[in-house]
């Protein structure tokens, strides 16, 4: 009797201690590709007549870090926090604004990095496969640098701060290493949920900075990681 209730008093002790071998905390790097929208830079009226002429940045490869921690034991709901670097990248267009100017945006670049807090859930496909979808609130940092000499003459830039909503998902390749720490690496595709539409031209409302920067912002994403949970 008296080893019967050790034996279950072991038991009862070691489960906890169970429950907290399993991994719930991941870190992530990742590699980001970010395509950026076609949307309208500049205005020209010209003859009674409004010209509209779209630019849009070329694509960026930046690098990010993601933190993850699982709120309940199995993982399959967390909560986490990303940053992704800020990269720059010039305008790409050149050539007529209008029947009788032209223009090249190619001097001109922006520049473009994000933060936020996530929550995504993963779904067990096997035991070394997991497909996952969450949610980013990203908050998006635009910096646009103009030349010297195009408004002032040394030149200047100008930030915007853009806070969005991102759906994403992953699919993930745990390789594992024990039951401790698994090195893990996968793809993820992410989408903005919302965009900002510039206002178009009119006698009494020009172009505002602020809507043609959060304009270019960047539709999709699409990112390589490795990481480690533990």
Not at 112 to 131: I, N, R
Not at 146 to 155: L, N
Not at 193 to 221: C, F, H, I, N, W
């Amino acid at each position: 009797m008296r080893l019967a209730t050790l034996a279950t008093l072991a038991t009862l002790c070691s489960a906890p201690l169970v429950a907290e071998e399993a991994p719930r905390a991941k870190v992530q790097l990742f590699g980001e590709r970010t395509t950026f929208h076609k949307s309208p830079v500049l205005f020209v009226v010209e003859g009674g007549q409004t010209y509209t002429t779209e630019d849009q940045p070329k694509d960026q490869t930046s690098w990010g870090l993601r933190l993850s921690l699982g709120i309940d034991d199995a993982a399959t709901w967390n909560v986490e926090l990303a940053v992704r670097a800020k990269k720059k990248s010039p305008l790409t267009y050149s050539g007529p604004v209008s029947p009788t100017l032209t223009a090249d945006f190619t001097q001109q670049g922006l520049e473009y990095g994000w933060w936020g807090p996530g929550l995504s859930y993963a779904l067990k496909l096997g035991p070394a496969v997991s497909l996952s979808a969450g949610l980013d609130l990203r908050i998006e940092r635009f910096t646009a640098f103009m030349p010297a000499g195009v408004v002032v003459e040394e030149g200047y830039s100008e930030t915007t701060i853009y806070d969005r909503p991102w759906a994403r998902a992953a699919l993930t390749f745990t390789i594992p290493v024990s039951a401790r720490v698994k090195p893990q690496i996968g793809v993820e595709g992410s989408v903005a949920l919302t965009r900002k539409k510039v206002k178009t031209y009119s006698d009494t409302q020009y172009v505002d900075a602020e809507d043609m920067r959060r304009g270019l912002a960047p539709r999709t994403a699409f990112s390589f990681f490795a990481g480690i949970t533990f």
